[in-house]
């Protein structure tokens, strides 16, 4: 059951960038707003493998899977047990055995269980199995109206991963309001999905 609940938390970061990312916003920006795909990360092979110009709606069921699958294949390789472990003792230390009720306390807790996790990495490693495990058993969904073209999602997607590597606060940091709610995204990340809409992420989060 614990190895499920982490597998859960690790599958929904990845969807949500660890970010804060408007999963559930279905307002877009204005066109011209977002991001096109490109200046920064032009050029770069897209993780879906299709044509960027191409648009969501006009994808066969066919490509929407390819994309889906292709997507996921590029979030596992940003699971590393670092990175777990670092989840792991920002999250036990307010959920976990013996949790924290201070500032103090839960910095103490997290750096316990990180330095524990990376001591020994095997139930990170183990994890990182069920979580991709868990994501493939899902299927694909494939998006019922989204504009967005191959380009757009790259673009979020890109910066999702990127910020998903710096968004956990450090042990050192961590205090009571860290888990009062989602952490603002930052203006990078905002400009990059501002025209993805909940049902176009669908194509990167299932």
Request: hydrophobic share 40%; aromatic share 4%.
């Amino acid at each position: 059951m614990r190895s499920t609940f982490w597998a859960c938390v690790m599958g929904l970061c990845l969807a949500c960038g660890l970010a804060g990312l408007g999963c559930g916003d279905d307002e877009p920006t204005a066109p011209g707003d977002a991001a096109s795909g490109e200046g920064e990360g032009a050029g770069e092979a897209s993780c879906s493998g299709l044509d960027p110009s191409a648009v969501v709606d006009d994808l066969t069921p066919a490509e929407a899977e390819q994309a889906c699958r292709g997507y996921r294949a590029c979030s596992y390789d940003s699971l590393t047990v670092e990175l777990m472990c670092h989840m792991m003792g920002v999250m036990g230390a307010k959920f976990g055995d013996d949790p924290g009720t201070t500032d103090a306390e839960l910095q103490a807790r997290c750096a316990e269980r990180y330095q524990s996790c990376m001591a020994d990495p095997s139930q990170a490693e183990d994890l990182i199995e069920l979580t991709i495990a868990e994501m493939e058993a899902r299927p694909c969904v494939r998006p019922a109206q989204c504009t967005a073209t191959i380009a757009e999602l790259d673009a979020c997607f890109s910066a999702m991963l990127e910020r998903s590597g710096s968004a956990l606060p450090e042990c050192s940091a961590l205090t009571l309001a860290s888990y009062d709610g989602p952490a603002q995204a930052d203006d990078a990340l905002v400009e990059a999905c501002g025209a993805i809409t909940a049902e176009c992420w669908q194509l990167v989060s299932t």
